[in-house]
């Protein structure tokens, strides 16, 4: 027998160990997905959005004109699509699954907004939304499904 006084450290590890483990989560197949879903969103922002207008140009604030939507889009898009996604696979951290999932869906609404401030309040000569702006929207909605689900598995 033992000793109860030599199996607290090994308890305490074990409890550290259980602690850590808690704290992680496992994308599994679907880190796939998001990585994937993360490269399209990126390569939209090289697609035009809005006329001859490429996303980085909106994300830079390069035209003003287009109004404040596309661009509170690019930045939830690129801060929680591209950033928050790649520290969320990169650590495992649970939290920041939670983070990317809700910050996904909030992205959605903004991308939404966009596309809907495109069609309704263009100016005269303006343009409506392109393939970029679009192609981001369903990119979003596809990360916003792929971190819900990693997100609620553990």
């Known amino acids: 027998m033992t000793e109860p006084d030599t199996d607290r450290p090994l308890d305490a590890e074990m409890r550290g160990i259980a602690r850590n483990m808690e704290r992680r989560t496992d994308p599994g197949p679907t880190a796939l997905t998001v990585a994937i879903a993360v490269l399209v969103l990126l390569v939209s922002l090289a697609l035009?959005?809005?006329?001859?207008?490429?996303?980085?140009?909106?994300?830079?604030?390069?035209?003003?004109?287009?109004?404040?939507?596309?661009r509170l889009f690019t930045f939830t898009a690129v801060g929680v699509g591209v950033v928050g996604s790649a520290l969320a696979l990169s650590t495992r951290w649970w939290a920041l699954a939670w983070m990317c999932a809700v910050g996904s869906g909030i992205s959605v609404v903004t991308g939404v907004w966009a596309i809907w401030s495109r069609q309704t309040v263009v100016l005269q000569g303006g343009s409506g939304p392109h393939i970029g702006l679009v192609l981001a929207v369903i990119t979003t909605v596809v990360l916003a499904a792929s971190w819900s689900r990693i997100a609620l598995r553990r």
Do not use: D, N, Y
């Open 48 to 70: 035009p959005w809005t006329g001859p207008v490429p996303g980085w140009e909106v994300l830079a604030g390069l035209h003003p004109e287009l109004g404040v939507l596309p």
